[in-house]
């Protein structure tokens, strides 16, 4: 086995219309994957980002420990961006997936959202009533099956602070 | 019979929430050497003294080796309520409290144990001590509990009253072949557990950096021991995790899958995503769909999708700029070879429009080469083309009409066409225009049981570069083959 160690956190997120956002994360790898220590999904705190900024800051951390007994199902994090309203109604903002970087040291991921776009009618509910279409399984996030029905916007972007560990690829032949 | 050290009358208190069935205890239980009892033995002081360094250090080391040799020590785990047999219990004793009754013989063991069923526990429990333990005595035990036996199910009490169960350890501590005194057994803990979660432990357990109890022997042979609570909170964790650190297990624990799939070979893994589309030259709904050419001599794994198609995401081009597509489409490739130098796996991106009616148009088309070290996980960026409207009635066909304009020969894209032959070198009279730049963070990894020095090697064989490598090694072999011919002409005329 070789083991990857995935130390960082996740620092928050950019240009996101929204002001009250807050991040469902998990990690999602292949089955010749397990993971040995540390929480393989989490959420953050709601933060408010303040004008004239849009960044919302979170600092969630992130600790794995990951061992393989092979290179395919190579680990991502899929992250579901929420926001909050005065009324504590949570409606989703973006879906994204960020691949772990497969080289050792210090990476600065950018991981760009999409939302599910609906008729006119339901994005103008959207605009001012809330909610809006969400996918029913978060599979699609990370899936690179069909994607062609689904009709999507542009969303922020989730920035990710991660050190990559990288032990015993190397005695299995793997070059990074 | 007296503890040394630290006290081991302290009782210790713990509360749990989970099934004391789950609840371990490591013994540790150590004879003493007489040099251990002191700092510095006084022999080997005066050895060092008189004689010389090597020699004392000699005699100190063979001293201690021949002492551990003889003396006794022994670790053991114990769950609750687990029965061990006193070292030279009579077969009376055995069958009564276990089913194994064959030893009859004295082992190599002190540690054993009284459960709560033992006559031993019974006697504890009715020690009229405390008043905790009078309540317990007079209070009638309820039943349902798998620990405790008939006896104490005909007391059962009420249902919400707590209900004690005793766990007594103890040590043999009798010289080696002296007959069994009743003496020589001394408690090495007691543990009392009550249905409402509270665990006693007399003493209390040992902690990191606590120093062992001392206890000394009829004879007056000191031991040391320790007592440990050793319950997995996580079990399935930790336990692998002591699995994976050990290093034998680490080396020989890698999937068999990718060596019979890939036979050995080169495997080229590939993850990543396409991120973003910008500066499209067409706003509206667009979408991304790749292909991998897999050139001669590779295959794709079982898993690998070769083709797909991303969402359709809206790109709109306002007063202050064009949005980018977001598209997050990632990508989990692999591939395997025998042998490098025909070419390398190469990505095939194409961007297509969609308008209200559901017509498409081609945007823009590019080409990722997936060879290391293409990229490190970082964003890189490869400009899109499409060819060009030649004529005014073209341009205005697509224009309002809109549709697909097909690359005429997809050796424009691929290195290689379908009949594996080289790539076109020139394109002459092929009008394009940019279309935007597709944003992507692909990062490879190599596994080979080639010989392959490193990936920065590879990058020689790379399609386009390696032919005028190929070229001035084939220039630089004719001429050491003319130079060799013309070295023997001048040797034979000679």
Same mark, same amino acid.
């Given at each position: 086995m070789a083991e990857l160690h995935i130390i960082g956190r996740l620092r928050g997120a950019e240009d996101f219309k929204e002001r009250a956002l807050f991040c469902k994360w998990a990690l999602q790898c292949g089955s010749g994957w397990r993971i040995i220590a540390g929480q393989t999904d989490g959420q953050t705190q709601v933060d408010r980002c303040q004008q004239p900024l849009d960044t919302a800051t979170w600092c969630h951390p992130i600790d794995l420990l990951i061992v393989c007994r092979g290179l395919q199902g190579w680990p991502r994090i899929v992250v579901q961006v929420y926001r909050e309203d005065w009324y504590g109604r949570r409606d989703l903002c973006g879906y994204g997936v960020a691949t772990i970087p497969s080289t050792p040291g210090h990476h600065t991921v950018t991981c760009h959202t999409w939302r599910p776009t609906g008729t006119f009618l339901e994005e103008l509910r959207r605009e001012f009533v809330g909610g809006g279409p969400q996918i029913l399984s978060t599979d699609y996030i990370f &899936? @690179?099956?069909?994607?062609?029905?689904l009709r999507t916007a542009p969303a922020g972007k989730v920035i990710l602070d991660l050190g990559i560990i990288m032990r015993g690829f190397d005695k299995h032949g793997v070059m990074s | 019979m007296m503890a040394v050290e630290p006290a081991a009358s302290s009782t210790a208190y713990y509360y749990t929430k989970d099934d004391i069935a789950n609840f371990k205890i490591r013994v540790r239980l150590r004879e003493l050497s007489s040099a251990e009892l002191? &700092? @510095? &033995?006084p022999r080997a002081t005066v050895g060092l003294l008189s004689a010389s360094k090597a020699e004392a250090s000699q005699d100190k080391a063979e001293e201690q080796a021949l002492q551990k040799q003889q003396l006794f020590s022994e670790e053991v785990v114990l769950t609750w309520q687990q029965k061990v047999v006193r070292p030279n219990a009579s077969i009376d004793d055995v069958a009564s409290s276990s089913k194994d009754n064959r030893r009859k013989k004295r082992p190599e063991r002190r540690v054993f144990t009284f459960t709560h069923r033992d006559p031993y526990c019974q006697h504890l429990l009715q020690l009229p001590a405390t008043t905790s333990r009078r309540r317990n005595r007079e209070l009638p035990h309820h039943g349902g509990s798998s620990v405790g036996g008939d006896d104490d199910e005909r007391e059962a009490p009420p249902p919400d009253l707590p209900r004690s169960f005793t766990y007594v350890i103890m040590a043999d501590l009798q010289p080696r072949g002296c007959e069994f005194e009743e003496a020589s057994s001394v408690t090495l803990c007691c543990l009392r557990y009550d249905t409402r979660g509270e665990l006693a432990v007399t003493p209390d357990f040992c902690h990191a950096g606590d120093h062992p109890y001392r206890i000394e022997g009829p004879d007056g042979t000191n031991f040391e021991y320790t007592i440990e609570n050793a319950s997995l909170t996580r079990p399935e964790k930790e336990g692998s995790i002591s699995a994976f650190y050990r290093p034998k297990l680490t080396a020989d624990e890698w999937s068999s899958d990718d060596d019979d799939e890939g036979g050995g070979g080169l495997q080229l893994t590939v993850t990543g995503e396409l991120t973003r589309l910008l500066?499209? @030259?067409?706003?509206?709904d667009v979408y991304l769909s790749y292909a991998v050419y897999v050139p001669p001599g590779w295959t794709a794994s079982r898993e690998t999708e070769c083709e797909g198609v991303s969402v359709v995401c809206r790109t709109r081009r306002g007063w202050s700029g064009k949005t980018p597509g977001v598209y997050c489409m990632p990508l989990s490739l692999r591939f395997f070879t025998h042998s490098t130098g025909n070419g390398w796996p190469v990505l095939l991106v194409g961007a297509f429009a969609v308008d209200g009616d559901g017509g498409e148009m081609d945007v823009g088309w590019a080409t990722i080469d997936l060879a290391p070290p293409a990229s490190r996980g970082e964003v890189s960026h490869v400009p899109m083309w499409s060819p060009a409207p030649v004529t005014p009635s073209s341009a205005l066909q697509r224009t309002f009409l809109t549709g697909c304009r097909l690359l005429p020969s997809a050796s424009y894209l691929a290195p290689y066409t379908a009949r594996h032959e080289i790539s076109r070198v020139s394109r002459f009279g092929l009008v394009t225009n940019t279309t935007g730049t597709l944003e992507y963070r692909l990062q490879t990894l190599l596994r080979s049981s080639l010989d392959l020095p490193h990936p920065g090697a590879l990058v020689s064989q790379l399609p386009g570069r390696s032919e005028a490598t190929k070229r001035a090694l084939a220039a630089f072999r004719k001429s050491r083959r003319k130079l060799h011919l013309i070295t023997a002409g001048i040797k034979t005329k000679k």
């Amino acid at each position: 086995m070789a083991e990857l160690h995935i130390i960082g956190r996740l620092r928050g997120a950019e240009d996101f219309k929204e002001r009250a956002l807050f991040c469902k994360w998990a990690l999602q790898c292949g089955s010749g994957w397990r993971i040995i220590a540390g929480q393989t999904d989490g959420q953050t705190q709601v933060d408010r980002c303040q004008q004239p900024l849009d960044t919302a800051t979170w600092c969630h951390p992130i600790d794995l420990l990951i061992v393989c007994r092979g290179l395919q199902g190579w680990p991502r994090i899929v992250v579901q961006v929420y926001r909050e309203d005065w009324y504590g109604r949570r409606d989703l903002c973006g879906y994204g997936v960020a691949t772990i970087p497969s080289t050792p040291g210090h990476h600065t991921v950018t991981c760009h959202t999409w939302r599910p776009t609906g008729t006119f009618l339901e994005e103008l509910r959207r605009e001012f009533v809330g909610g809006g279409p969400q996918i029913l399984s978060t599979d699609y996030i990370f &899936s @690179a099956s069909e994607r062609y029905k689904l009709r999507t916007a542009p969303a922020g972007k989730v920035i990710l602070d991660l050190g990559i560990i990288m032990r015993g690829f190397d005695k299995h032949g793997v070059m990074s | 019979m007296m503890a040394v050290e630290p006290a081991a009358s302290s009782t210790a208190y713990y509360y749990t929430k989970d099934d004391i069935a789950n609840f371990k205890i490591r013994v540790r239980l150590r004879e003493l050497s007489s040099a251990e009892l002191i &700092s @510095a &033995s006084p022999r080997a002081t005066v050895g060092l003294l008189s004689a010389s360094k090597a020699e004392a250090s000699q005699d100190k080391a063979e001293e201690q080796a021949l002492q551990k040799q003889q003396l006794f020590s022994e670790e053991v785990v114990l769950t609750w309520q687990q029965k061990v047999v006193r070292p030279n219990a009579s077969i009376d004793d055995v069958a009564s409290s276990s089913k194994d009754n064959r030893r009859k013989k004295r082992p190599e063991r002190r540690v054993f144990t009284f459960t709560h069923r033992d006559p031993y526990c019974q006697h504890l429990l009715q020690l009229p001590a405390t008043t905790s333990r009078r309540r317990n005595r007079e209070l009638p035990h309820h039943g349902g509990s798998s620990v405790g036996g008939d006896d104490d199910e005909r007391e059962a009490p009420p249902p919400d009253l707590p209900r004690s169960f005793t766990y007594v350890i103890m040590a043999d501590l009798q010289p080696r072949g002296c007959e069994f005194e009743e003496a020589s057994s001394v408690t090495l803990c007691c543990l009392r557990y009550d249905t409402r979660g509270e665990l006693a432990v007399t003493p209390d357990f040992c902690h990191a950096g606590d120093h062992p109890y001392r206890i000394e022997g009829p004879d007056g042979t000191n031991f040391e021991y320790t007592i440990e609570n050793a319950s997995l909170t996580r079990p399935e964790k930790e336990g692998s995790i002591s699995a994976f650190y050990r290093p034998k297990l680490t080396a020989d624990e890698w999937s068999s899958d990718d060596d019979d799939e890939g036979g050995g070979g080169l495997q080229l893994t590939v993850t990543g995503e396409l991120t973003r589309l910008l500066n499209c @030259a067409v706003s509206g709904d667009v979408y991304l769909s790749y292909a991998v050419y897999v050139p001669p001599g590779w295959t794709a794994s079982r898993e690998t999708e070769c083709e797909g198609v991303s969402v359709v995401c809206r790109t709109r081009r306002g007063w202050s700029g064009k949005t980018p597509g977001v598209y997050c489409m990632p990508l989990s490739l692999r591939f395997f070879t025998h042998s490098t130098g025909n070419g390398w796996p190469v990505l095939l991106v194409g961007a297509f429009a969609v308008d209200g009616d559901g017509g498409e148009m081609d945007v823009g088309w590019a080409t990722i080469d997936l060879a290391p070290p293409a990229s490190r996980g970082e964003v890189s960026h490869v400009p899109m083309w499409s060819p060009a409207p030649v004529t005014p009635s073209s341009a205005l066909q697509r224009t309002f009409l809109t549709g697909c304009r097909l690359l005429p020969s997809a050796s424009y894209l691929a290195p290689y066409t379908a009949r594996h032959e080289i790539s076109r070198v020139s394109r002459f009279g092929l009008v394009t225009n940019t279309t935007g730049t597709l944003e992507y963070r692909l990062q490879t990894l190599l596994r080979s049981s080639l010989d392959l020095p490193h990936p920065g090697a590879l990058v020689s064989q790379l399609p386009g570069r390696s032919e005028a490598t190929k070229r001035a090694l084939a220039a630089f072999r004719k001429s050491r083959r003319k130079l060799h011919l013309i070295t023997a002409g001048i040797k034979t005329k000679k």
